[in-house]
């Protein structure tokens, strides 16, 4: 049962985050039948200011970091990365018997204390280079919204802690009280969590010239029906040679570098223009709507046509 909700702040802190775990367990709802949480927001020293990462401004906790200690959810925002993470709260966190839940790359703090070593777990896409790096033990999954690994749950983007909020609401309190809040919110009461993060795929490059003319070329025709040994002509080499060269110099094969860029061409024509997914799958190179929401969906995680409801330039 989730009975109270403490929140942790640290320098430079992140406003947005710290408030949509305000908004989903701080705000009195008992009138519509939601139970009241002892929401506790907490610091290093209670009652002393702590600088957010907005120039000029401050939110001061009422409660110090032993107040983590009882409560049933502890709940870490975003907050600037630094090497050095405070030791105290650390040590409380790991000391606690509450369920932990990071908001984007509230993570971080997680893995500085050690909590997740092998445990999948998830951060927004900018800082999975870092955090594999740093936590090489954890099961990062670079590309969801949110992982529920029981006693922790990790989320992804801004939107995507709401998400985790609201998975967390429903699994502890039940559906009719997530619905409930996320309607007050305006937000959707329910996003899988195994949906992707949407980000700029980027695309690979070469680090010689030696195949960037037939690249270019390719991506120039990208409807025409290019395979292995048709990338291989224009280079002018071998299928294996071609191969070899290929991943030497961008670190995929062709196959799956063209599907790729297939995928971001109809990602663009989903967003710019008003193509049915059959027109967008022949000027993409797909030829059938079938194949491009096959390949579509294993890059980007949605459908082409959930995609445009969410993207579309209006």
Not at 145 to 160: K, R
């Amino acid at each position: 049962m989730l009975r109270s909700v403490a929140v942790p702040l640290i320098d430079g802190v992140a406003p947005f985050e710290f408030g949509l775990l305000c908004e989903v367990f701080g705000v009195d709802r008992t009138e519509e039948g939601v139970p009241l949480i002892d929401f506790r927001v907490c610091g290093e020293l209670p009652h002393q200011a702590v600088p957010t990462s907005i120039p000029g401004v401050s939110i001061t906790p009422e409660h110090g970091f032993d107040a983590l200690l009882d409560a049933d959810l502890v709940a870490l925002p975003a907050a600037r990365i630094r090497d050095v993470y405070p030791e105290k709260l650390l040590k409380t966190i790991k000391e606690t018997g509450a369920t932990l839940l990071s908001v984007c790359n509230g993570a971080f703090i997680l893995g500085e204390a050690g909590l997740l070593d092998d445990r999948r777990c998830t951060t927004h896409w900018r800082e999975t280079r870092e955090f594999t790096s740093r936590f090489p033990k954890a099961h990062l999954d670079p590309d969801v919204l949110f992982v529920d690994d029981g006693d922790i749950i990790t989320s992804a983007g801004t939107a995507a802690g709401i998400d985790a909020c609201l998975h967390l609401v429903r699994r502890e309190l039940g559906t009719k009280i997530a619905n409930i809040i996320a309607r007050r919110m305006v937000v959707a009461p329910q996003r899988d969590g195994g949906q992707r993060q949407f980000v700029e795929l980027p695309i690979p490059e070469c680090s010689s010239d030696s195949l960037e003319p037939v690249l270019e070329q390719v991506l120039d025709t990208i409807a025409d029906n290019h395979t292995v040994a048709s990338m291989a002509k224009l280079a002018v080499m071998s299928e294996r040679t071609f191969a070899r060269r290929f991943a030497a110099e961008t670190g995929t094969t062709p196959n799956k570098w063209l599907s790729l860029q297939r995928v971001l061409h109809a990602r663009r024509l989903l967003e710019e223009t008003d193509l049915d997914v059959d027109a967008v799958a022949a000027r993409s190179g797909f030829g059938t709507a079938a194949l491009l929401r096959h390949h579509f969906h294993r890059v980007v995680g949605v459908a082409p046509s959930d995609y445009r409801r969410t993207f579309a330039c209006r």
